[in-house]
């Protein structure tokens, strides 16, 4: 067995830390907080820790010597003991469990030890026979809670599904250990991954290579394999981290673009394309397009090649969901996609004044000149977020360091704003006065969530109100998978934004993805109303989140001119002072 990456140690942490949050029966205990410690560590490493041996781990600050021995253990078997133990007591199915909002390990537990629960069946089984509120520590109100975020999470006992920042983290981490085996000429993911759905039934991935059944080999004895469903000389299915199937194929390099355009689908907009194919007395499948009567290749190689053999500019993924995008490129109404290059700066980035920075001031500005910005905002937390906000005097000190950075850094803009809180009634962080001393504001929900529909949609617009508040932040402060986002009138609050100057935030954090791309569809309907592609980044590697939140925007047919931060830094500077200016 190779040796496994650093995302596949990260990986296997990650469920060291699922699997003891079970044994300990709370969310965090010594040993729990330990191991996220390692993975934050390892998580910035660029070096693989695996090949290190046991004294180089434990100089590493925050790998203790039991976590240190765990990654040996998991470079040198594929697994780690403790685990294998575990799984032996709580099937994986009681980790989808804790995801779900108000079931802690403790709840768990006491649902496998009380109702014999131990999966998503059993326990919307158990509400409705209303046997969750007879568990110690619940009711009826707690049982319908639970009710109402299985349904908000979209979660059904009947499909597996995996939130996409766990899939996506999953399809890298295979990509990046087969590409490592030099057997691989190229490889890609598809499949509704590609497309950018918030949930993945399964991972499908792509691979040209000359040496079809070694890849196959390498590719079922990957750390993280938990079981092979099937294997043969072109393709294989194996289950990753207990969690997700993983399918991959070995196409040939001439029809790899037919190969990718069939199994990113979606099913309705490949029957739409075949349709197009046909009445033309051609035909596409997964290896080309062809003419059905000499049976030559028209296109294969590219999926530009064959959208422009059909008459189309390349559709990208995100859209290809059968919703009217085909007719749409055709009549030339589908918006230009907006591209990572028209972005010109960042609007929401935390540093270590932040309580859960994780970057210091003077390498996030590094990172960001490094990237291109022409400007950012610096938004750290403001103080009603009492663990991870700044008060005024902490405010004062980032802004006289920010002052020393604009000096040394003339070739980059940088706003000192900062992320407010949107308080129950819509009120936010500090007094008027002194939020009129920033330069930019972003507004975001952080608590009440439960709040009524018409409460969160009065707190919403009176923050779109605030003259000190240029973006609504992740606005359902959803966590996809994990928390629903909250319920608002969202017409209501997009008429208003774009009256009030006021631009709506698509976040790029794959657990957030927020707005969602249904709503995005409906805002880029009122005229006037911006978009702001923003990473909330924490860390530096967060930047590279900036791809996930353009495609979101292309998710949502949004272009480029409706995004603030597509804008000049002349006119960026225009939209934000005329709000301030209120």
């Keep these: 067995m190779s040796s496994p990456s650093n995302a596949a140690v990260i990986a296997a942490l990650r469920q060291l830390v699922a699997y003891t949050q079970l044994e300990d029966g709370q969310s965090q205990s010594f040993r729990t907080r330990a191991y996220q410690k390692a993975i934050d560590a390892v998580s910035v490493r660029s070096d693989p820790v695996a090949e290190l041996p046991l004294g180089e781990l434990v100089a590493i600050e925050g ?33 989808d469990l804790m995801r779900i909002p108000g079931l802690g390990p403790k709840t768990v537990l006491a649902l496998q030890d009380h109702l014999g629960v131990t999966d998503v069946a059993g326990l919307r089984e158990a509400i409705e026979e209303e046997k969750l509120r007879t568990l110690p520590g619940l009711g009826a109100k707690s049982e319908k809670k639970i009710a109402e975020s299985i349904e908000l999470l979209g979660i059904h006992s009947d499909e597996s599904r995996t939130p996409i920042f766990d899939a996506m983290g999953i399809a890298h981490r295979l990509i990046a250990d087969l590409e490592a085996s030099d057997l691989v000429e190229r490889i890609e993911y598809a499949g509704s991954l590609r497309r950018l759905e918030e949930t993945i039934g399964d991972i499908d991935l792509l691979v040209v290579s000359d040496a079809p059944v070694e890849v196959i080999d390498r590719f079922t004895g990957l750390p993280g394999v938990t079981s092979v469903l099937g294997s043969g000389t072109t393709k294989a299915s194996v289950v990753i981290d207990d969690q997700i199937q993983v399918d991959l194929r070995v196409v040939d390099s001439d029809a790899f673009g037919a190969a990718w355009l069939y199994f990113t689908g979606s099913r309705s907009h490949n029957i739409e394309l075949r349709q197009r194919a046909i009445g033309r007395g051609w035909t596409l499948n997964e290896y080309a397009l062809s003419n059905v009567d000499t049976d030559e290749t028209i296109a294969s190689r590219s999926e530009e090649d064959i959208y422009r053999s059909l008459g189309l500019p390349l559709i990208t993924p995100e859209v290809r969901e059968g919703a009217g995008e085909v007719g749409a490129a055709e009549a030339g109404r589908l918006p230009r996609p907006v591209d990572i ?13 932040s309580g859960d920075g994780r970057s210091s001031m003077d390498d996030m500005l590094d990172a960001l000149t490094a990237s291109g910005m022409e400007y950012v905002a610096l938004t750290d937390h403001a103080e009603d977020l ?79 109100a605030n003259p000190a ?65 923003s990473t909330d980044a924490h860390h530096t590697s967060e930047l590279a989140n ?26 960026f500077q225009a939209v934000v002072g005329r709000k301030r200016a209120v």
């Design 63 to 95: 790998i203790g010597d039991s976590t240190a021995r765990k990654i040996i253990e998991f470079a040198e078997r594929g697994s780690i003991s403790k685990v294998e133990r575990l799984k032996a007591k709580y099937p994986a199915s009681m980790l």
């Design 341 to 353: 290059g028209d972005i010109r700066g960042d609007l929401h980035v935390h540093t270590t004044w």
């Design 386 to 464: 009492v663990m991870n906000g700044l008060s005024r005097d902490q405010v004062l000190e980032e802004r006289a360091e920010i002052v020393e950075q604009r000096a040394s850094r003339p070739e980059l803009t940088i706003l000192h704003g900062a992320e407010l809180n949107i308080g129950p009634e819509g009120g936010v962080d500090y007094d008027p006065e002194f939020l009129a001393t920033f330069d930019f504001g972003v507004a975001s929900i952080h608590s009440h969530f439960d709040l009524p529909q018409a409460r969160q949609t009065d707190r919403l617009l009176a923050a779109v």
């Design 469 to 533: 508040v240029n973006v609504i932040g992740h606005p359902s402060g959803r966590k996809i998978g994990r928390r629903p986002g909250v319920v608002f009138d969202a017409d209501a609050v997009f008429e208003a934004a774009a009256e009030n100057g006021t631009a709506i935030e698509i976040n790029c954090h794959l657990q957030r993805l927020d707005l969602a791309a249904p709503l995005i569809r409906r805002a880029m309907d009122v005229d006037g109303l911006l978009f702001a592609i």
């Design 546 to 571: 900036l791809r996930w939140g353009v495609s979101q925007a292309r998710k949502g047919w949004v272009s480029a001119e409706r995004v603030l931060n597509c804008l000049t830094l002349a006119e």
